[in-house]
């Protein structure tokens, strides 16, 4: 199993919407871009 995120979003959207926000990698990110949370988003 992997994570896909973006797979219907226009490529014009893709930094904005295809985001896997986590505090490290998921190693089974198959689509869509890995971001970090930023301070205030951390519980």
Known sequence: MGIFAGLR???ANWGKYACVIAS????NLISGTWVEPK???VA
């Open 39 to 41: 301070k205030e988003e």
């Open 9 to 11: 979003v226009r490529v």
């Open 24 to 27: 490290t990698r998921p190693a």
